[in-house]
């Protein structure tokens, strides 16, 4: 006899336990199947811990630094075991928080790998055993893992995925980045802080290509100031490890073939879903290159069947996934939440600088047809900034020149993931030029720049 419950949700990531919380809350007896460890991906090998280690190397790159505060640091260094025991006691401090809130919620947590059996059935397996579930709605929600390269499978000794990287047994002396995106970037501007010589390898023709061409420009710049090399419109042709290290055969922008030694390479090309073996293809759910196509509140194409996070479409963030927990928790708890606008869902990139952005790049905005009137402020120009000795980067405002809608905005600098909130409320709130020019923004912080952003925009800027 199946143990039965109103919604069982299948993955217990920042989706998934988000959506079993929330229908918890709406009075729904709510089950969770997760094979691993609770909060998945994200907060034991992604968001958090990486985090954690980023944090690391930005104190320890102020430590190299300290002279240019008035200070004195004697011969800094970093015990890299310590380091990643940090990062892991961090991630392993959530786990149990999670675990907290589940029992907190009353949430059934059934520990194993779960397959969907049928309509509204879930089969889980564990150690030999398995326990049989029925609900009338289930939540996939199982993530998403990294992409490998075909011809060179991760090892976890030279070659790395991203869970290898937040793991080294040693420091790599020379690094090769495949992928600039927010995960290469991130682990370039973590390796690098702590000494190491980085490459990075992008097939497109600017890294972190999702952000507006001006700040891919500029952290091309600041990354290859810190002495990184940027290799653009490159791939890897070959990729093989050796006893000792990493050969690579790389195809630069001109065609030719360069060959190189590494340490270690770190592949960051993508994401792939975990959709293999849990059910889909017997029920005919409906995917798209893997991914399970979802309607504005989850539902898939097979009635009481859901999906959210990563499984589903782009964008493939934490908390995008949060937000659609909640939405299709609602929606089975008979609510009517309202659709995820996704113009409306910030990026962030927690590298040295900083980057974070929402809404449309000025080119995607001209594309769309829109008449824009772009405004500009650099941190050069706020007394915070400089008073931090973080005076590199620019905040960037785009808006749709008739109307005065805020379409996106741009950052790239010192604690620029924590401004990106404030531009995040007012596309959310439809607010125009108007309301936020209007807005008091206090002083002295770096704040104050988003505001000027958007004064300059309209030929309006004080500060610069």
Not at 19 to 47: F, M
Not at 443 to 448: A, R
């Amino acid at each position: 006899m199946a143990d039965t419950y109103d919604l069982i949700v299948l993955g217990s990531g920042p989706g998934g336990y988000v959506a079993a919380i929330r229908a918890a809350q709406l009075g729904l007896k709510v089950a969770i199947v997760e094979r691993e460890s609770l909060g998945g991906i994200c907060l034991n090998w992604g968001c958090i811990p990486t985090k954690a280690l980023l944090r690391t190397s930005e104190i320890y790159h102020y430590m190299t630094h300290a002279s240019a505060y008035g200070l004195t640091v004697e011969k800094p260094g970093f015990d890299l075991p310590a380091v990643v025991k940090r990062s892991r006691g961090v991630a392993g401090q959530l786990n149990a928080g999670v675990k907290g809130l589940m029992k907190k919620n009353k949430i059934t947590v059934v520990e194993g790998f779960g397959t969907l059996t049928g309509k509204g059935g879930l089969r889980v397996e564990k150690d030999g055993k398995t326990t049989d579930l029925s609900a009338k709605n289930i939540i996939v929600a199982t993530g998403a893992r990294a992409r490998e390269l075909p011809f060179a499978k991760a090892d976890g000794e030279r070659i790395w995925t991203y869970r290898h990287a937040m793991t080294p047994k040693t420091m790599p002396t020379k690094l090769l980045v495949i992928g600039s995106g927010a995960i290469g970037v991130e682990f370039a501007s973590f390796y690098s802080d702590l000494g190491a010589e980085v490459t990075i390898v992008e097939m497109l023709d600017r890294i972190l290509p999702v952000e507006d061409h001006e700040v891919s420009e500029f952290m091309a710049k600041a990354l290859t100031k810190q002495g990184m090399r940027i290799l653009s419109k490159a791939g890897v042709e070959s990729l093989a490890a050796t006893g000792s290290g990493v050969t690579a055969k790389i195809k630069l922008a001109d065609g030719t073939i360069e060959e190189g030694s590494y340490s270690h390479a770190i592949v960051a090309v993508g994401i792939v879903p975990n959709t293999e073996a849990i059910g889909l293809e017997a029920l005919g759910v409906k995917t798209t290159r893997g991914h399970i196509d979802t309607d504005a509140m989850g539902r898939t194409n097979v009635p009481g069947l859901w999906a959210i996070g990563d499984v589903t479409a782009p964008p493939w963030l934490a908390h995008k996934a949060s937000h659609e927990g909640v939405i299709a928790a609602e929606a089975i708890a008979g609510k009517h939440p309202h659709a995820m606008d996704k113009r409306n869902i910030p990026g962030c990139t927690y590298s040295r600088p900083q980057v974070a952005s929402v809404g449309l790049t000025e080119a995607r905005a001209k594309e769309e047809g829109y008449s824009v009137k772009v405004g500009k402020f650099p941190f050069i120009g706020n007394g915070k900034a400089i008073a931090l000795g973080e005076a590199e980067g620019f905040i960037k405002t785009v808006f749709d020149a008739k109307t005065g809608e805020l379409l996106g905005a741009h950052m790239v600098g010192a604690e620029v993931t924590e401004l990106i909130e404030g531009y995040t409320v007012a596309k959310q709130l439809e607010t125009t030029e108007a309301e936020l020019m209007e807005t008091v923004f206090p002083h002295p912080t770096l704040s104050e720049m988003m505001h000027e952003s958007v004064l300059s925009a309209y030929g309006r800027a004080l500060h610069f």
